[in-house]
């Protein structure tokens, strides 16, 4: 991960303690016992297929931290043996409690203004999501709330929606762009974003989305023409300062790019033409694919070596095929499904059968999906996509963070990994999806420190 120096979590990392002489390792922070540990575990790249639900269980447990990094994990007797605490070690009793890594929410549109309560309300009187966009709400009505918002004001609102996330487990999300519409607003919500990044103790991504709609009264070819000739450079300019106030290098500073490739919104045209230009100016895409139709957006994202193909509900046998033979994730996002009342799935089960690597995300959003809460999302997988409690903690957490290029660093519950760690009040992995509606997270703990408890 990035460190940034005005960070909170990341200013309170100092150099590890010293070895004593019996060759154990001192720790700064000890959670033993731990009455179930999980984590899925990967050398390198996101997990597939039959290894999804392969993960590692260790009741009476333990995690040992050092300068914000784990530096073991196993049994509470085994940890004992290897590592000292002196009266500076904090310890954290679990002996009740489930231990995750930090959850990690690979697909949101945090930053927005305004709120979509009504189309909630239509949904309920029984239109669609498309009837209501085509009415004049949808992210159009959005856009006309963000358009009016300075950044301070984004990012104030942006701030208590992450702490309602970190709430619910999670310690990393990727954020898009994609209610300005327009230069400015567009320019707006990315610095929004990126002030987020730099104060938050959270790893926040940052995704630029100028392709989520067309704004009113713009031809889309012209729109396009905008967002390629002109934002995109404007977008690795932003980055270019940021990552010199913050001093570190460009590549971890520079946003992904998303499109929204469905009827009535992107092209597949479109969709390539923005996506070429994001590659050529070192931009790397993902895309918002299969949501409503099935337009080719899959096979274009394994194309390009896109990060994620997300949504995938109308995704294509052979786009599974191609998939799974690629480093593309499919970030599915079964609370959107849920929240829009359709009856159809991503088909998750025939992904996992065909070695596609699948993490999961909230899609919060203010219309589609206006749910925050990973574990709420993970107890919809097990129901809607019929997914295993073991296969969705490896969506949520490996895979997730490989679907926003943290796949080294977080995810994992590891000796090397950062210290990101969701603690539940429930004593085993099934009664997660199992107290679906009820929030079963009572501590997070981010690079070694406790941020949250209940
Ligand atoms: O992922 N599909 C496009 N974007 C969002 C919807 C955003 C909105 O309705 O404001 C989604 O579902
Ligand atoms: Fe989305």
Redesign the pocket.
């Known amino acids: 991960m990035t460190r940034n120096p005005g960070n909170p979590a990341h200013a309170q990392t100092g150099p590890a303690k010293a070895i004593s002489e019996d060759g154990r390792v001192p720790v700064d922070l000890l959670i033993s016992p731990i009455g179930e540990l999980v984590t899925a575990r990967s050398q390198a790249g996101p997990i597939r297929g039959e290894e999804m639900r392969d993960v590692c269980r260790i009741k009476d447990a333990a995690i040992a931290i050092s300068a914000g990094q784990i530096i073991a994990v196993g049994s509470a007797d085994e940890i004992k043996h290897a590592v000292f605490a002196d009266d500076t070690t904090v310890v954290i009793d679990a002996r009740e409690s489930l231990v995750t890594p930090g959850l990690v929410d690979a697909?949101t549109?945090l930053i927005?203004d305004g709120n979509?309560a009504d189309?909630f309300v239509m949904r309920s009187q029984g239109k669609t999501?498309t009837e209501i966009?085509a009415a004049g709400g949808?992210?159009v009505?959005?856009m006309r709330a963000t358009q009016n918002a300075d950044v301070e004001r984004l990012v104030s609102l942006g701030r208590k929606r992450v702490e309602r996330m970190l709430e619910s487990g999670t310690t990393a999300l990727e954020v898009k762009t994609?209610?300005g519409l327009e230069m400015e607003s567009e320019m707006r919500m990315l610095e929004a974003i990126y002030r987020l990044k730099s104060e938050s103790a959270l790893d926040i991504v940052p995704t630029f989305?100028a392709a989520?709609?067309i704004p009113p009264g713009k031809e889309r070819e012209a729109y396009v023409d905008d967002i390629v000739g002109d934002m995109l450079p404007r977008v690795v300019a932003m980055a270019t300062q940021e990552a010199e106030r913050e001093g570190v290098a460009l590549t971890d500073m520079l946003p992904y790019v998303d499109v929204?490739c469905?009827r009535g919104?992107f092209t597949l045209e479109d969709t390539r033409r923005i996506f070429a230009a994001s590659i050529r100016l070192g931009l790397k895409p993902r895309v918002?694919s299969d949501?409503?139709v099935n337009l080719g957006a899959t096979a274009l994202a394994v194309e390009l070596g896109a990060a994620s193909a997300?949504?995938l509900l109308n995704v294509s046998d052979e786009e599974i095929a191609l998939l799974a033979k690629s480093s593309t994730v499919a970030v599915l996002?079964p609370g959107?499904s849920f929240y829009?009342n359709l009856s159809d799935h991503a088909p998750a089960r025939k992904m996992i059968e065909e070695g596609v690597a699948i993490a999961l995300a909230t899609?919060y959003?203010?219309?589609?999906?206006h749910i925050s809460s990973l574990p709420f999302v993970w107890g919809l997988a097990c129901l809607h996509l019929k997914m295993l409690p073991e296969e969705a903690l490896t969506a949520l957490t490996v895979n997730g963070a490989w679907a926003i290029g943290l796949g080294t660093n977080i995810g994992q519950l590891r000796p090397g990994f950062q210290a990101d760690i969701t603690i539940y009040d429930v004593e085993q992995l099934e009664e997660v999806p199992y107290n679906i509606g009820w929030n079963p997270v009572k501590q997070v703990i981010k690079m070694g420190r406790t941020i949250y408890s209940r």
């Open positions: 697909h549109h927005f979509r189309e999501y966009a949808g992210i009505k959005s994609g209610y989305m989520h709609a929204f469905d919104y918002h949501e409503f997300d949504h996002l959107t829009l899609d959003n203010p219309g589609s999906c």
